[in-house]
Protein backbone atom coordinates (compact mmCIF):
# COMPACT_ATOMS: atom_id res chain seq x y z
CA UNK A 1 0.00 0.00 0.00
CA UNK A 2 1.40 3.08 -0.93
CA UNK A 3 0.34 6.83 0.19
CA UNK A 4 1.32 9.91 -1.55
CA UNK A 5 0.47 13.34 -0.06
CA UNK A 6 1.02 17.11 -2.08
CA UNK A 7 -0.32 20.08 -1.80
CA UNK A 8 1.63 21.56 0.98
CA UNK A 9 3.25 24.86 0.48
CA UNK A 10 4.15 28.13 2.28
CA UNK A 11 0.95 30.23 3.07
CA UNK A 12 0.48 33.31 4.99
CA UNK A 13 -1.25 33.26 8.25
CA UNK A 14 -5.20 33.43 8.14
CA UNK A 15 -4.64 31.49 4.75
CA UNK A 16 -5.95 28.03 3.29
CA UNK A 17 -4.81 25.56 1.88
CA UNK A 18 -5.53 21.94 0.56
CA UNK A 19 -3.60 19.00 0.93
CA UNK A 20 -4.32 15.57 -0.60
CA UNK A 21 -3.72 12.04 -0.37
CA UNK A 22 -3.56 9.07 -2.71
CA UNK A 23 -3.69 5.61 -1.59
CA UNK A 24 -2.73 2.99 -3.92
CA UNK A 25 -2.04 -1.05 -4.16
CA UNK A 26 -5.08 -1.51 -1.58
CA UNK A 27 -8.77 -1.47 -1.06
CA UNK A 28 -9.26 2.35 -0.13
CA UNK A 29 -12.62 2.21 1.14
CA UNK A 30 -11.34 -0.33 3.97
CA UNK A 31 -9.16 1.97 5.41
CA UNK A 32 -10.20 4.61 8.12
CA UNK A 33 -7.64 7.16 6.87
CA UNK A 34 -6.46 10.74 8.64
CA UNK A 35 -3.21 13.37 9.00
CA UNK A 36 -0.90 13.39 11.43
CA UNK A 37 1.41 16.34 11.92
CA UNK A 38 5.18 16.87 12.72
CA UNK A 39 6.70 20.35 13.38
CA UNK A 40 11.02 21.03 14.26
CA UNK A 41 11.87 19.54 17.09
CA UNK A 42 8.46 17.99 17.73
CA UNK A 43 6.38 14.71 17.99
CA UNK A 44 4.04 13.59 15.70
CA UNK A 45 0.43 14.61 16.89
CA UNK A 46 -2.67 13.25 16.05
CA UNK A 47 -4.62 16.32 13.68
CA UNK A 48 -7.72 14.79 12.35
CA UNK A 49 -9.15 11.43 11.20
CA UNK A 50 -12.28 10.08 9.44
CA UNK A 51 -13.76 6.49 9.46
CA UNK A 52 -13.82 3.82 5.97
CA UNK A 53 -17.63 5.55 4.79
CA UNK A 54 -16.76 9.29 5.88
CA UNK A 55 -19.79 8.99 8.20
CA UNK A 56 -17.18 9.97 11.22
CA UNK A 57 -14.69 12.42 11.87
CA UNK A 58 -12.43 13.10 14.66
CA UNK A 59 -10.33 16.22 15.17
CA UNK A 60 -7.89 17.16 17.64
CA UNK A 61 -8.88 20.46 19.98
CA UNK A 62 -5.93 22.59 18.02
CA UNK A 63 -7.70 22.59 14.76
CA UNK A 64 -11.65 21.62 15.21
CA UNK A 65 -13.77 24.41 13.73
CA UNK A 66 -10.43 25.49 10.91
CA UNK A 67 -9.82 21.96 9.62
CA UNK A 68 -11.91 19.51 7.64
CA UNK A 69 -11.24 16.14 6.53
CA UNK A 70 -12.96 14.11 3.57
CA UNK A 71 -12.58 11.72 1.55
CA UNK A 72 -13.11 10.58 -2.09
CA UNK A 73 -13.65 6.58 -2.06
CA UNK A 74 -14.08 6.17 -5.88
CA UNK A 75 -11.37 8.34 -6.49
CA UNK A 76 -8.89 6.94 -3.24
CA UNK A 77 -8.05 9.98 -2.21
CA UNK A 78 -8.21 11.44 1.42
CA UNK A 79 -8.32 15.60 1.93
CA UNK A 80 -7.30 17.98 4.43
CA UNK A 81 -9.02 21.51 3.98
CA UNK A 82 -7.11 23.90 5.86
CA UNK A 83 -8.54 27.34 6.83
CA UNK A 84 -7.64 30.41 9.55
CA UNK A 85 -3.86 28.74 9.15
CA UNK A 86 -1.68 29.97 11.99
CA UNK A 87 2.00 30.36 12.07
CA UNK A 88 2.08 27.00 14.96
CA UNK A 89 0.18 24.82 12.29
CA UNK A 90 3.65 24.93 10.29
CA UNK A 91 5.08 21.09 10.10
CA UNK A 92 5.28 18.06 7.92
CA UNK A 93 1.62 16.77 7.33
CA UNK A 94 1.68 12.86 6.96
CA UNK A 95 -1.24 10.73 6.05
CA UNK A 96 -2.22 7.61 7.60
CA UNK A 97 -4.64 4.14 6.65
CA UNK A 98 -5.65 2.13 9.53
CA UNK A 99 -6.77 -1.21 8.40
CA UNK A 100 -9.77 -2.99 11.04
CA UNK A 101 -13.66 -2.49 11.20
CA UNK A 102 -13.99 -0.56 14.26
CA UNK A 103 -13.32 2.98 14.38
CA UNK A 104 -11.27 3.77 17.29
CA UNK A 105 -9.88 7.59 16.91
CA UNK A 106 -7.15 8.65 16.80
CA UNK A 107 -6.56 5.03 14.65
CA UNK A 108 -3.80 2.70 15.25
CA UNK A 109 -2.07 3.45 11.27
CA UNK A 110 -1.13 0.93 9.33
CA UNK A 111 0.39 2.45 6.58
CA UNK A 112 2.01 5.98 6.33
CA UNK A 113 2.79 8.64 3.65
CA UNK A 114 6.17 10.34 3.05
CA UNK A 115 4.37 13.89 4.09
CA UNK A 116 4.17 17.35 2.57
CA UNK A 117 5.01 20.29 4.31
CA UNK A 118 3.04 23.22 5.03
CA UNK A 119 4.35 26.54 6.09
CA UNK A 120 2.55 29.76 7.37
CA UNK A 121 4.23 32.69 7.53
CA UNK A 122 3.05 35.47 9.98
Known amino acids: VQLQASGGGLVQAGGSLRVSCIVSGGTFSGYHMGWSRQAAGKDREFVPA????????TYADSVKGRFTISRDNAKNTVYLQMNSLEPEDTAVYYC????????????????WGQGTLVTVSS
Open 96 to 111: AAARGIRYTPPPTYDY
Open 50 to 57: INWSGGSK
